[in-house]
């Protein structure tokens, strides 16, 4: 009995253990993604007019990017 308590608790701590891993590393991604070099990229490429594309972009990888932040390029967007 003593023994599958100890696999019970084995099981739950690395369930545990999993889960704080996952959310790790979901944070860390979600702040590269939000902070990343390409987040970097397109503020410090922004043209007068935000909704023209800037350069190293084309039209469609543009319109992409601004549909990922709908409430910064809400009027490109219409």
């Not at 100890?6 to 099981?11: E, K, S």
């Not at 959310?23 to 503020?43: C, M």
């Amino acid at each position: 009995m003593k023994k599958k308590k100890q696999i019970n608790n084995v099981a739950l701590y690395a369930v545990i253990g999993f889960v704080v891993f996952i959310g790790t590393l979901s944070v860390y991604f979600w702040y590269q993604n939000f902070y990343g070099n390409n987040y970097q990229k397109a503020v410090s490429s922004e043209l007068s007019d935000i909704c023209a594309t800037p350069p190293g972009y084309t039209d469609e990888s543009w319109r992409e990017h601004m549909s990922h932040h709908p409430g910064r390029y809400a009027q490109c967007l219409k």
